[in-house]
């Protein structure tokens, strides 16, 4: 990875719902029953209303990954295909938010349309598993409309999923496609990332059907995630979209970050019961933890975030896209930062600063994204009390001692 490519977050935090959004598009107090929700909102526009059709989307993603053609068209395509699946992701919305208030759990659902530029991110990408060329396409799109619920716990979780799947069966005009259980068996290559995945298929009037994505993850797999978002934005690092890559293709920093953050899910599924770790492997993790921390200062690098957090929402001026910063860790004191509205000058001053810095014991330089910054604070509204909740966990973990 070079160095301009290490020295600011180049990914954006768009696979993640907004809270603040979710308050406006559905209702918080879940006072329906979903069936009475369906009938209340059926939507009876006709087809041509949508204005695409299924194959004229399938060639606006071919055009759109092979880059030929006529690409504004195509991108509008694909931003009709896209708005088209607001309603639907509501209703799903309702569903859980609803089954929840059933139960009496304290979840309330949040929603997000993927940003259209991750959509062409995606079918751009060369592989999707680092295994296999990509091969999808648009209409096959899961979370193209998706809602995440975060529960208090595993049972809590249990329950939801159970009396969802209840729920759908007496409904007609939506089902459940596909369930893929990321808590119990996570992808090899995605280190360690835990929810549970709910793929509805909603059949809409005018005959057209949406697949809308339900995440539900506990509250301490959603502080897991939290934490790889606020890492990639400290360490430049693509932790979240390219875990998945070849080591050879990544730098020693962003492998070290990974297999920490592996052996913390497996701590988590452990604590949460989902697994079941031996004393051995508890106290070989708790070995590693240290060595890891001692080899890229994890816990000092989660400390100067909240002074950064703090200094880039200090940030008033609109022009300004990235600010350079210097942190003793040691003492958690800002020691200088400037603001910049110009990317080759910002990235031209980091460069310098921290070859000065370079041998100087607990001074982190560090240049960040205020656009990136701000889509975390909207998509984790509390992401500086998960990243302490994190710091906690991970000393747990570290001192842990069957002994």
């Known amino acids: 990875m070079s160095d301009k490519e290490k020295s600011v977050v180049s990914f954006l935090i768009d696979d993640t719902p907004s809270a603040e959004q979710a308050s406006k598009t559905f209702?918080?107090?879940?006072?329906?029953?979903?069936?009475?929700?369906?009938?209340?909102?059926?939507?009876?526009?006709?087809?041509?209303?949508?204005?695409?059709?299924?194959?004229?989307?399938?060639?606006?993603?071919r055009r759109l990954r092979k880059k030929e053609g006529d690409l504004k068209s195509a991108t509008a395509t694909i931003q009709q295909f896209r708005?088209?699946?607001?309603?639907?992701?509501?209703?799903?919305?309702?569903?859980?938010?609803?089954?929840?208030?059933?139960?009496?759990?304290?979840?309330?659902?949040?929603?997000?349309?993927?940003?259209?530029?991750?959509?062409?991110?995606?079918?751009?990408?060369?592989?999707?598993?680092?295994?296999?060329?990509?091969?999808?396409?648009?209409?096959?799109?899961?979370?193209?409309?998706?809602?995440?619920?975060?529960?208090?716990?595993?049972?809590?979780?249990?329950?939801?999923?159970?009396?969802?799947?209840?729920?759908?069966?007496?409904?007609?005009?939506?089902?459940?496609?596909?369930?893929?259980?990321?808590?119990?068996?996570?992808?090899?290559?995605?280190?360690?990332?835990?929810?549970?995945h709910v793929i509805y298929r909603y059949d809409h009037t005018s005959g057209k059907s949406f697949n809308i994505e339900a995440q539900l993850r506990t509250r301490l797999q959603h502080l897991w995630a939290t934490t790889v978002e606020i890492v990639d934005i400290l360490e430049g690092t693509k932790i979240k979209t390219h875990s998945h890559s070849a080591n050879e293709d990544k730098d020693d920093l962003q492998i070290k970050w990974e297999e920490l953050l592996s052996i913390m899910s497996r701590y988590i599924a452990d604590a949460e019961g989902a697994i079941e770790l031996g004393q051995e492997d508890k106290d070989q993790f708790s070995i590693r933890l240290r060595e890891l921390n001692d080899e890229i200062n994890a816990l000092g690098r989660l400390k100067t975030f909240r002074i950064l957090s703090e200094k880039v929402e200090a940030c008033c001026d609109d022009a300004t896209e990235h600010v350079l910063l210097m942190v003793n860790e040691n003492s958690l004191e800002l020691i200088f930062s400037e603001e910049f509205d110009n990317y080759s000058k910002a990235i031209s001053v980091y460069n310098a600063a921290e070859k000065m810095t370079r041998s100087h014991s607990g001074v982190n330089t560090l240049l960040i994204s205020t656009k990136n910054m701000g889509q975390l604070s909207e998509a984790y509204p509390n992401y500086l009390g998960d990243c302490a909740s994190f710091m906690l966990l991970l000393q747990e973990a570290m001192q842990f001692s069957g002994s």
């Open 27 to 61: 209702h918080d107090d879940y006072e329906l029953n979903f069936q009475d929700f369906l009938e209340r909102t059926v939507d009876e526009r006709a087809a041509e209303d949508f204005f695409y059709s299924n194959n004229g989307v399938k060639k606006a993603g």
């Open 83 to 196: 708005a088209a699946h607001e309603k639907p992701l509501n209703t799903i919305a309702y569903l859980v938010g609803r089954c929840c208030r059933e139960l009496g759990i304290d979840v309330k659902p949040v929603t997000r349309l993927k940003r259209l530029d991750t959509i062409i991110d995606k079918l751009q990408r060369k592989s999707l598993d680092g295994n296999t060329a990509n091969a999808t396409c648009v209409t096959n799109m899961n979370d193209i409309g998706g809602c995440r619920a975060i529960f208090p716990d595993l049972m809590s979780l249990e329950l939801a999923i159970s009396q969802l799947q209840g729920t759908v069966e007496k409904v007609g005009r939506v089902r459940i496609k596909d369930i893929d259980n990321y808590i119990s068996n996570p992808k090899p290559n995605d280190c360690g990332y835990r929810s549970l």
